[in-house]
């Protein structure tokens, strides 16, 4: 038995905009995904999925993939969440060149579903791996990461940066550029997040910027102003000004809002934070729903966001410097 865990993320600066070759600044958190693998007799695989998520989320599940399991989440979520590992496990038979092992897989997860905090990339992270790890082979970080690039890559049908799986992969902040991946450095940061219980469809996110960008100029124009922001972004970071890195934060879910991928709940939400004087606020990740990511040294942004209606969670998220960690 192998198991293997990995962060979530959010970001800070640049998702949407990252697809069209702009760099992006994700910020790893303590919320992880722990996949428990052992390597069975057949070549079947069995995934077991206990607890995929926060409150409003819980996945009682014991099946193989191609079941069909009884839940309370929408359905796209579990299928979502299945074809990761099934792609992963794929990935894991590729790179030690056993395209026959067969795993019992279990999940265990304390990252909200598809609502912009990497659930998918720390989930895959982990899988590969401990799987990988339970066939007596040891990945490099950088080869996990691409990897694990490589199962979204394939789950998303092509739309998906390596933004999310290199951040779980490595820990940390870092930033991404294209296939530029990198470590960067910065200062502790006071994450807040705020969770509407709800969750966006990535790709029909992606769709809609990419529509838009090709019908007006000005949305084109859009995308690589985020890349300024993103850029203005590292250079607080480095310095460690965090009222400037709030204050990019908040240009960076303004320029968001007009590309369409906010919603009026995460709308709310960066405005209770704001309103709790956040140094910042943005939603995180696709968008549509989810949660969004604000930085306050003060109880009052939690607390705020804690009595807004359509808030079902908030809690403040240590930045995770260690990426996968390798458990048993
Ligand atoms: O919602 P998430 O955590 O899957 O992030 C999506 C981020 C996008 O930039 C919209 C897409 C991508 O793959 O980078």
């Known amino acids: 038995m192998t ?28 919320r992880r995904a722990r996949v428990t693998v052992e390597q069975r007799a ?43 590992v099934d792609e992963a496990i794929e990935q894991v038979r590729d790179v030690t060149e056993e395209p026959d092992a067969g795993f019992d897989v279990i999940i265990e997860s304390d990252i909200p579903l598809g609502a912009g905090l990497g659930s998918s990339a720390a989930v895959v992270v982990a899988a590969i791996d401990a799987a990988t790890r339970e066939l007596g082979a040891t990945l490099e970080v950088d080869e996990l990461a691409e990897r694990a ?86 250079a607080a970071l480095e310095d460690g000004n965090l009222e400037e890195v709030g204050r990019l934060m908040d240009f960076n879910h303004g320029l968001l809002s007009a590309l369409g991928v906010s919603s009026r709940s995460l709308d709310t939400m960066v405005w209770a934070a704001r ?37 079902e969670d908030a809690f403040r998220a240590e930045l995770a410097e260690t990426g996968v960690k390798r458990l048993e």
Not at 21 to 28: D, K, N, R, S
Not at 171 to 181: I, K, M, N, Q, S
Not at 200 to 220: D, H, I, K, M, N
Not at 294 to 307: G, I, M, P, V
């Open 3 to 30: 198991v293997s865990s990995a962060p979530g993320k959010v970001y800070l600066f640049g998702e949407h905009a990252v697809v069209y070759g702009e760099p992006a600044v994700p910020c790893a958190i303590e």
């Open 42 to 84: 057949d070549d079947k695989l069995r995934v077991q999925a206990d607890n995929l998520s926060l409150d409003g989320f819980t996945v009682e599940y014991g099946g193989r993939t191609d079941g069909h399991p009884d839940v309370d989440v929408p359905e796209h979520l579990i299928t979502a969440a299945m074809g990761y």
């Open 149 to 234: 690039f490589q199962t979204e890559y394939a789950v998303q049908d092509g739309q998906a940066s390596r933004a999310d799986t290199f951040c779980s992969a490595t820990g940390g902040a870092v930033r991404v550029e294209g296939e530029d991946c990198r470590r960067i450095d910065a200062p502790d940061l006071p994450i807040v997040i705020g969770f509407d219980g709800g969750a966006g469809e990535t790709g029909e996110l992606v769709s809609g910027v990419r529509a838009l960008r090709e019908e007006y100029a000005f949305a084109a124009d859009t995308v690589e102003t985020i890349g300024n922001v993103v850029r203005r972004g590292e």
């Open 275 to 311: 309103d709790a004087d956040a140094l910042g606020a943005k939603l995180t990740g696709a968008g549509g729903g989810g949660c969004i990511v604000a930085l306050d040294q003060t109880e009052a942004s939690e607390t705020a966001l804690r009595f807004t209606p359509g808030c």
